[in-house]
């Protein structure tokens, strides 16, 4: 089996989406406008020149350069990456033409978006966003535990939030190698290893 068990941290449309695909992130719903993907998220404005802090949603967070284009909110507003550095776990992004505070607060906490054609190719064993959200999940030992709501992006790994058949209770499970023992995705279904006590908190 191989060790890397994990949804890339980017969120595609899928193709079969008429207009936009709806994601949940932290409860909250995205429109991911179909074609494109979300790459990051700005959490706030930075300094008086016109930074934002920008989340990442992007195992890629190289691919923010100087020069690369991004489109930001679901208008798909086109700016050019001036230069971005990193910001206590997150990214500090110069926007062209974007120069000011007041300019950058007026961007909100809009997501940042990236067409499908810029997309960078998975490796083995990691998967879109879109495939993990909706798959059920059983242990080893074929017990039923839920569906998979939602990823949660922590910095050291995601977390997937599995909904419980039987209650309103959310099980939080690591996407580690250790705990996803197998992903599939035609019959829509995962398979996982409990850390010991998960089910009792």
Same mark, same amino acid.
């Given at each position: 089996?191989?060790?890397?068990? #994990? ?47 920008? *989340? ?83 242990? *080893? ?46 019959? #829509? ?11 009792? *908190?």
């Amino acid at each position: 089996m191989n060790q890397k068990r #994990k949804p890339t941290t980017e969120h595609k449309s899928p193709t079969a989406a008429p207009a936009s695909q709806i994601y949940y992130h932290r409860n909250e719903a995205v429109t991911i406008p179909d074609g494109y993907l979300a790459v990051g998220r700005i959490t706030t404005a930075h300094s008086l020149k016109g930074e934002v802090r920008v *989340e990442l949603h992007t195992d890629f967070p190289e691919r923010f350069v100087p020069g690369m284009v991004v489109y930001i909110g679901e208008s798909l507003a086109e700016y050019r990456v001036d230069y971005a550095r990193p910001h206590k776990l997150q990214l500090l992004v110069k926007l062209d033409g974007v120069d000011t505070r007041n300019e950058a607060e007026a961007l909100g906490r809009e997501w940042l978006f990236i067409p499908e054609t810029d997309v960078v190719d998975l490796e083995d064993d990691t998967y879109w966003v879109h495939d993990i959200i909706g798959l059920q999940v059983q242990t *080893e030992e074929g017990q039923e535990l839920g569906v998979i709501s939602e990823v949660l992006f922590t910095g050291a790994n995601e977390v997937y939030v599995i909904k419980a058949l039987d209650s309103e209770r959310e099980l939080l499970v690591p996407a580690i190698a250790d705990v996803v023992q197998q992903v599939d995705l035609a019959a #829509k279904r995962m398979t996982v290893r409990l850390l010991p006590g998960i089910l009792d *908190e």
